[in-house]
């Protein structure tokens, strides 16, 4: 008899989920932890820091007011993906190494984005997390490499790819071994314009439903407006997100990069409250 949703058990609603990641193979959630922090715990993680590493006092100034505020992971980019080769591409190596050092200072475990594989090494070596952006969710042999690592990753979905997708490029990490993975809804491009991205935020019980890994949100990359990422913010915890990642500067208007969609201190320290306020009425807290 030929397969079909109700026979098949890796269909799950229409969606073919691959077999690693299905939630019917591992029913209990993974949790993925970094020095203690427990993604896909009954605790929201929040991660935060500039979108790119740009000079030390930069970093030492956001990261130690992001600390403050309750962030438990800093993020920065040293190698950047930008739309235009004219652009500030990132500190490369030094600025994974700015990262290290000042993740180290202020105690906090750090995430930092790969774009190619020979950069796996380099940034494994001084990462708690790697990230896998939006744009190589689907550079397979970068996943392949990734997956041969023992690290938590970080994977984004891809801004036109489907949940099916997405899926299937957490599959490919998995299949190497490397079962710490955590998926990040940044975003999907759409006909709309007013917003960078469409945040589908529908993702993330999709998500949960059909797999076990953590789920987090992108509200910064998912609407690219600043006065936006506090509202999505507390959505994504309302709808279940077990972290978010977030842009924090501390001077936004003089950002090298994303600027417009980067939270100021204050606000980052404003939105911690709230959100607490919204992971307690959901049954959970914030780290
Ligand atoms: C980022 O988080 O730094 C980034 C570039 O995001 P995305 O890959 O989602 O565009
Ligand atoms: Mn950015």
């Not at 190596?93 to 202020?106: A, D």
């Not at 490029?169 to 314009?193: D, P």
Request: overall charge neutral.
């Amino acid at each position: 008899m030929e397969s079909n949703d109700y026979n098949d058990p890796s269909v799950i609603g229409g969606c073919s989920v691959p077999v690693r990641v299905n939630r019917k193979s591992k029913p209990d959630p993974t949790i993925v932890e970094i020095n203690g922090i427990r993604f896909g715990s009954s605790f929201v993680a929040i991660i935060a820091g500039p979108c790119a590493v740009e000079n030390l006092e930069q970093l030492t100034e956001t990261a130690r007011k992001v600390k403050a505020a309750g962030a438990v992971v800093l993020r920065g980019g040293a190698f950047k993906p930008r739309s235009s080769p004219y652009n500030f591409q990132g500190l490369g190596e030094e600025g994974v190494k700015m990262l290290w050092k000042i993740g180290r200072e202020t105690g906090m475990p750090i995430v930092t984005e790969v774009m190619d594989t020979r950069q796996v090494n380099l940034v494994a070596e001084y990462a708690d997390m790697i990230q896998i952006g939006s744009r190589n969710m689907q550079n397979y042999p970068l996943l392949k490499e990734v997956g041969m690592l023992r690290k938590p990753i970080l994977l984004k979905r891809g801004m036109m790819a489907t949940i099916e997708e997405f899926l299937l490029a957490a599959e490919y990490i998995l299949s190497q071994g490397n079962e710490q993975v955590v998926l990040c809804e940044r975003g999907i491009r759409t006909f709309e314009t007013t917003t960078r991205n469409t945040l589908d935020l529908s993702a993330v019980p999709m998500l949960k439903h059909l797999c076990h890994l953590p789920v987090i949100v992108d509200p910064s990359h998912g609407t690219g407006h600043r006065w936006m990422v506090p509202t999505m913010a507390k959505a994504a915890v309302a709808a279940g997100a077990d972290g978010l990642i977030m842009e924090v500067h501390y001077k936004p208007e003089e950002a090298l990069c994303d600027g417009h969609q980067s939270l100021s201190p204050n606000e980052f320290t404003g939105l911690m409250s709230d959100l607490k306020k919204i992971a307690q009425a959901v049954g959970r807290d914030i780290y």
